[in-house]
């Protein structure tokens, strides 16, 4: 149990373009999701808790209007990066809460961007 | 500001020996830690979670907690090569609201 998807694994695109990422757990129902950023041999980054059905809340330096959260269902939350450049290539990890189980974070196998 | 602080490593023991990792906490108002393994190139994965003074064993897992210390271990039993990734310890405050992660030690397993 408590098994999270991200969609895609990798991706590569173009500097300016946009990118979304899904995060979804497949068999509960998470009230809360995370998104983090693993930069190589560095430790995993916050950028913003999602919460079901309210705004996002981003981390201290976390562009909101660039890095966009929807949390739209209880098994789904989005990630869109938008405008793209080289430097928001990284490896990017969603983790979800399941409802009943208020402390454990579960990841998703995270999506690896590289913006060329 | 709220920290997690481990030793970076790496952290290197020899097959079959004990590895011991350790983390401090700098909020004492945290209630709730937990142990993930991530290896290279992966996703965390969580091994224990851990809520309670004293220990908690898990197969070959062993987490520790000390609030008075504010100090939280993980002693990995019967190293094998396996094992030989970044162990992260997080923490979450009493409100269930701020997880903080340590910037995770490297383990390597020696064969």
């Known amino acids: 149990g408590a098994v999270v998807s991200q969609h895609p694994s990798r991706v590569i695109c173009k500097s300016g373009t946009s990118v979304k990422i899904e995060c979804r757990s497949l068999?509960?129902?998470?009230?809360?999701m995370f998104w983090y950023r693993q930069f190589p041999k560095q430790s995993l980054m916050l950028m913003a808790t999602s919460n079901e059905g309210s705004k996002a809340t981003y981390e201290q330096g976390v562009e909101k209007d660039k890095f966009l959260i929807n949390h739209a269902s209880l098994t789904l939350s989005t990630l869109t990066v938008t405008s793209a450049h080289p430097e928001d290539s990284s490896f990017y990890i969603c983790?979800?809460?399941?409802?009943?189980?208020?402390?454990?974070?579960?990841f998703g196998p995270g999506t690896r961007l590289t913006v060329t | 500001q709220k920290e997690v602080e481990q030793n970076s490593g790496p952290l290197s023991v020899p097959e079959g020996a004990i590895a011991s990792l350790n983390c401090t906490y700098s909020d004492r108002g945290s209630q709730s830690f937990f142990w993930y393994r991530q290896y290279s190139g992966k996703s965390p994965e969580l091994i224990m979670s851990?809520?309670?003074?004293g220990d908690k064993e898990d197969g070959r897992f062993t987490a520790q907690l000390n609030k008075a210390s504010q100090y939280v271990s993980l002693l990995i039993r019967d190293s094998q090569p396996s094992d030989s990734a970044t162990y992260l310890c997080a923490g979450l405050d009493n409100y269930g609201q701020n997880f903080v992660f340590g910037p995770g030690t490297r383990l390597s397993v020696l064969p």
């Open positions: 983790s979800a809460i399941p409802i009943n189980n208020s402390y454990e974070q579960y």
């Open positions: 068999d509960f129902q998470a009230t809360t």
């Open positions: 851990i809520y309670s003074n």
